[in-house]
């Protein structure tokens, strides 16, 4: 049979089950109700802790967070479709460079494209550049090489020397003429410079 109190002690045993049992307990006060709190001595609500658990869970996962990296929300991480600015699209790929490449061979501004026998054709270059040809004279002709096997094609405007005579040859558009000093037209160092001045 329980013991009975009565009176004053009957109070006093009544107060000391009740803090016994709430010892465990925690107060209203302790419990914090947002998830921004830095205070470290509070729990988190309920209700905050289910909306903290969502954002876990709509996070994805490793790390990777997916409300930091993909704040669109579009399921393709921001940092691909803005690279220092710019879309994924202004970068190129092995297929657009060749595209590029192959698009501004031979055209203004473009790129001189390369021969079969990996020089540049004439026709992408200026005029001076080619002026001046090197072979080798033999019978009437200009061959490429000393052995007079690969045949040149006059043309003129050019000038041709011989490599083994050192001798300078125009091509008439039938023949190949010496030129010799009297084809030479003496001109000073002053009227250089005023040619000059006056193309600048």
Do not use: C
């Amino acid at each position: 049979m329980a013991k009975s109190y009565s009176g004053e002690n009957t109070l006093t045993y009544l107060v000391t089950l009740i803090k016994n049992a709430l010892a465990g307990k925690l107060d209203k006060t302790d419990v914090v109700n947002n998830l921004t709190s830095t205070d470290t001595e509070k729990v988190l609500s309920a209700a905050q802790g289910k909306i903290l658990a969502d954002q876990i869970a709509a996070a994805g996962g490793g790390d990777m967070l997916k409300s930091v990296y993909d704040t669109d929300n579009d399921g393709v991480v921001d940092n691909a479709q803005k690279l220092e600015g710019h879309p994924a699209s202004d970068f190129a790929t092995p297929e657009s460079v060749s595209q590029a490449i192959t698009a501004q061979k031979g055209q203004a501004n473009g790129l001189a494209p390369l021969g079969a026998d990996k020089k540049i054709n004439s026709e992408y270059l200026p005029s001076y550049v080619d002026d001046v040809v090197e072979g080798y004279y033999h019978d009437g002709f200009f061959y490429e090489d000393e052995g007079h096997v690969d045949l040149m094609t006059g043309e003129s405007g050019k000038i041709y020397v011989d490599l083994a005579s050192n001798t300078s040859y125009r091509w008439t558009g039938s023949a190949y003429i010496a030129i010799s000093s009297g084809d030479m037209v003496e001109i000073s160092n002053t009227k250089v410079q005023e040619i000059w001045d006056a193309a600048v």
